[in-house]
C-alpha cells in the first residue's frame, strides 16, 4: 500500500501546480482586461454623472483617471456645469437655448445663468466662479498643447469645432465673470448683477471701472478665443450676431486688445 502512496501524491501535486499556474496566467488575463475596461467604465460613469447632475461625482471620478485630451475635456464639463451653471458637455443644445433667449449679444446671454438662479452675484461668489472658468479654459488650452505641433506652445486651432465652441462660450462667461469682478471692487465690495438693466440703473455708482493689466490682458486671451467659436457658425446663426456684437462692442476698434477705456465705454453704452 505504502508503494501506491508515491504516485497519488505526486499526481496530486502535479494537478496543484498546474490548477494554480492555470489561475495565475487567468488572473493575469483578466486583470489586464478589467484595467482597460476599468478606465471606460469610470469614463462613462462621469459622463452619466453629469447627465444627472452630479458634477462634483463625475469630477472626483474623472480626477481618479489618465489624464487623456478626453478625461480633460469631461474635467472641464464638469467644472462648467457644477460651478458655472453651463452644460458645455451638450453645448450644441446649450447654444440652441441661448440663441434661443434672444439676448442680443448683451452680457444678459450668461450673465443670469452664472447668477445660479439668484440675481446677484457676491464678491466671494464671483472670485470662486472667475477661479472655474479660468481652470475650465486651461484645460482645452492643454489639450490643444497636446495636439500642437508648430512652435507655439499653445494653439487653440488644432482643436475640434466642438471644443471651439464650449471654449468660447467659457471665454465670454470669463470675461462677464472679470468685469464682475472690477464693478464690485468699484462698489466696495457689494453685490452685482450681471446684466443690461442692473447696470445702466446702478453704473452712475461705479464707473468708471479700474481693469488690472492682468485682468486686460485675460479678456484679450478670452476675445481670440471668441473670435475662434466666431468662425464656426454659419452666417445665417443669431448667436453668431450675439458673439460678434459682444466681441465687437467690448474691442471696439478691433484691434484684438482691450484697454481701459474700452471696457468703461463698453459698460457705458450697455
Not at 77 to 84: F, H, R, V
Not at 226 to 238: N, Q, V
Request: glycine share 8%; proline share 2%; net charge negative.
Amino acid at each position: 500500500m505504502k508503494r501506491c502512496d508515491m504516485p497519488l501524491k505526486k499526481n496530486a501535486f502535479m494537478v496543484g501546480m498546474t490548477l494554480c499556474l492555470c489561475l495565475g496566467i487567468a488572473g493575469i488575463f483578466f486583470t489586464g482586461c478589467d484595467n482597460g475596461g476599468s478606465y471606460e467604465a469610470k469614463l462613462e460613469d462621469a459622463k452619466i454623472a453629469m447627465d444627472d447632475g452630479d458634477y462634483a461625482q463625475a469630477k472626483s471620478i474623472l480626477e481618479t483617471l489618465p489624464q487623456t485630451e478626453e478625461v480633460l475635456e469631461y474635467m472641464s464639463n464638469a467644472i462648467a456645469g457644477g460651478e458655472l451653471g453651463l452644460d458645455t458637455l451638450n453645448i450644441i443644445s446649450t447654444l440652441g437655448d441661448l440663441e434661443d433667449s434672444n439676448n442680443q449679444g448683451s452680457i444678459d446671454m450668461v450673465g443670469l445663468i452664472i447668477a445660479g438662479g439668484d440675481d446677484q452675484l457676491t464678491e466671494e461668489e464671483i472670485a470662486t466662479k472667475l477661479a472655474s472658468a479660468t481652470e475650465a479654459i486651461e484645460l482645452f488650452k492643454t489639450i490643444a498643447d497636446m495636439n500642437s505641433t508648430g512652435s507655439k506652445a499653445i494653439d487653440v486651432v488644432v482643436l475640434t469645432n466642438n471644443q471651439k465652441m464650449q471654449l468660447g462660450l467659457l471665454s465670454i462667461t470669463r470675461t462677464v465673470l472679470t468685469m464682475a469682478d472690477q464693478i464690485c471692487r468699484a462698489t466696495g465690495g457689494n453685490p452685482v448683477t450681471m446684466a443690461e438693466a442692473w447696470i445702466r440703473a446702478n453704473r452712475d455708482n461705479f464707473l468708471p471701472v479700474s481693469p488690472t493689466q492682468d485682468e486686460i490682458d485675460r479678456i484679450d486671451e478670452d476675445i481670440l478665443f471668441i473670435g475662434y467659436a466666431i468662425d464656426i457658425f454659419s452666417d445665417t446663426s443669431d448667436l453668431k450676431d450675439d458673439y460678434l456684437a459682444f466681441k465687437d462692442e467690448l474691442d471696439a476698434n478691433g484691434d484684438g486688445v482691450t484697454s481701459a477705456d474700452e471696457i468703461n465705454d463698453y459698460l457705458t453704452n450697455l
